[in-house]
């Protein structure tokens, strides 16, 4: 099992800036990406960014310039700096890492954190 606790989020004007941090524990030595995933209000759940265990990483098209992931391997942490923030960055940010087991994709989940730009 892997545990994920979140931090950062909050409450934030437009163009401003926020930092999210994510602690994973247990069986960290399986992880294969971790990651953040983002769910307004009515919408789908989406990747924002993740990272691989070698490091390369992948951004969804609505925050390339603006986000950026990083994941230290030894403390078992990722983190997501996002700057130049709007509106529509509102939502809930889930931090996330999955692992293959068995063949198959097994993912972890954090609790949430709320992420509100004001306009």
């Known amino acids: 099992q892997v545990q994920l606790a979140e931090s950062g989020g909050g409450l934030v004007q437009t163009g401003g800036s926020l930092r999210l941090s994510c602690a994973a524990s247990g069986s960290n030595f399986v992880i294969n990406t971790m990651g953040w995933y983002r769910q307004a209000p009515g919408a789908q759940r989406e990747l924002v960014a993740d990272v691989g265990s070698g490091g390369s990483t992948n951004y969804a098209d609505s925050v390339k310039g603006r986000f950026t992931i990083s994941r230290d391997n030894a403390k078992n942490t990722v983190s997501l700096y996002m700057n130049s923030l709007k509106p529509e960055d509102t939502a809930v940010y889930y931090c996330?890492?999955?692992?293959?087991?068995?063949?198959?994709?097994?993912?972890?989940w954090g609790q949430g954190t709320q992420v509100t730009v004001s306009s």
């Open positions: 996330n890492a999955w692992k293959v087991a068995f063949g198959s994709r097994v993912d972890y």
